[in-house]
């Protein structure tokens, strides 16, 4: 009788462990990441866009957002804090706990030219980590139709013989369109007018107006206007040319080097554990790797690009030494927060 109880005791142990066995091979196994990064993220994770809702700069961690949210199985919240030319966010990031749960979305300007320009900001750029930079936006030089300019050449031409009389519009001082026009000034020898606006939404109507010549602008906001004829595309900003726009040349054919290409990147408060940093980034490449998260960025006029931390950082440092050259050599003067 004994022996028959251990029989069947050691048969139930047997159907309970294969039920077991059985049960753990029907679970999603755990998303592989770096070592030390088990388990995150815990709870939502906040990502800052230091600019108001709608537009490039809050589509962009909205889509990765949301894609890493059904991956992760946690929320991934989108927290706009605009004002002061972007300042006021990276600062609300910087000053944020870094235990990983607060990241942010972090535009060229904001980690190159703004230290740059504004001298008294209440963060340095040495108080965040670069994670990934996500996606580059190619921007496009284009003008009132009005103007009897429609080639780089002979706006360069038409500024030389009418010196002062051009204006260049931009969403603010400082901004990637202010600074794309002073290069153009220091490239080309001419002299245009800067005119900031506060926003490219202003700048571009009163470009469509007439009240402004022409603006550097990205190439989602200007694209319709350039194929209705409302704007005239004289160049592109960046290294080469746009599949959009495949017969207007860039600025550095007639000038060597000329590149203000805008970009978009992720940051986290200096502190951020390193596994989590490398998690953000390879989980966030291969969001930007996906087939449709890749057409929706283009239709926005973003290349998605997924860089190491090391690389971002790279891209920090040389395009802060590029724009230091530039607004010493255009004699910007400082700006106020």
Not at 190 to 196: E, F, G, L, R, S
Request: a positive charge; hydrophobic letters at 45%; proline letters at 9%.
């Amino acid at each position: 009788m004994n022996r028959l109880v251990r029989l069947l005791a050691d048969s139930l142990v047997i159907r309970i462990a294969g039920a077991a066995l059985l049960a753990c091979a029907s679970l999603p196994a755990p998303a592989a990441g770096p070592a030390g990064a088990e388990g995150y993220p815990a709870r939502p994770v906040r990502v800052i866009v230091p600019f108001a809702a709608g537009g490039v700069a809050d589509a962009l961690p909205r889509l990765v957002g949301q894609k890493l949210a059904e991956q992760w199985g946690r929320p991934v919240v989108i927290d706009n804090k605009p004002g002061a030319a972007g300042n006021i966010g990276m600062e609300a990031a910087a000053r944020a706990p870094a235990d990983g749960y607060t990241l942010a979305l972090a535009p060229a300007g904001n980690l190159t030219v703004n230290p740059i320009l504004f001298p008294k900001l209440g963060f340095e750029v040495k108080d965040l980590v670069p994670v990934t930079l996500l996606a580059t936006s190619p921007n496009v030089l284009v003008v009132n139709p009005g103007l009897p300019a429609h080639t780089l050449k002979a706006l360069v031409e038409y500024a030389r013989a009418h010196p002062g009389e051009l204006n260049f519009a931009s969403p603010g001082n400082g901004s990637g369109a202010h600074l794309a026009g002073e290069l153009l000034n220091l490239e080309a020898g001419i002299k245009t007018v800067h005119v900031p606006y506060n926003g490219i939404a202003t700048a571009l109507n009163d470009v469509l107006g007439g009240q402004v010549q022409m603006v550097f602008a990205g190439v989602s906001s200007v694209l319709q206007h350039i194929r209705s004829g409302k704007l005239v595309a004289v160049a592109v900003a960046g290294p080469h040319r746009l599949a959009q726009l495949p017969g207007v040349p860039t600025v550095a054919e007639s000038y060597p080097g000329f590149d203000v290409t805008s970009w978009y990147g992720l940051v986290a408060p200096k502190g951020t554990p390193d596994a989590v940093v490398r998690k953000w980034q390879a989980d966030a490449a291969a969001v930007l790797r996906q087939p449709e998260v890749r057409e929706k960025l283009l239709g926005l006029g973003l290349e998605p690009v997924g860089s190491t931390p090391e690389a971002f950082a790279r891209t920090i440092s040389s395009e802060t030494l590029k724009w230091r050259a530039i607004v010493h050599r255009a004699k910007i003067q400082p700006l106020q927060s």
